[in-house]
């Protein structure tokens, strides 16, 4: 039995996921703005550069460390 809390499953947003920035300051308007739009380019959780798709339901991000996320 394994038990995780949810703090460890999920890394914290650190970056911004858009134009790659740190977001320790706050987030970024502007990028969420863009976002609505646009799929993600950064892990928000490790700044990696994300393999995006584009796919009928919207979009698929893929971070080598941290798996898929979809829009
Ligand atoms: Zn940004
Ligand atoms: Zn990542």
Known sequence: MTELSPATAVPAALWC???GESVAAGPHPACAAA???EPP???A????RMKVQ???TGWSA???E???RRG
Do not use: I, Q
């Open 41 to 43: 380019r950064w892990c």
């Open 17 to 19: 996921d858009r134009c």
């Open 54 to 56: 584009v796919v009928p």
């Open 62 to 64: 893929v971070c080598v």
């Open 35 to 37: 976002r609505a739009l």
């Open 66 to 68: 941290h798996g898929e």
């Open 45 to 48: 959780s490790c700044r990696r």
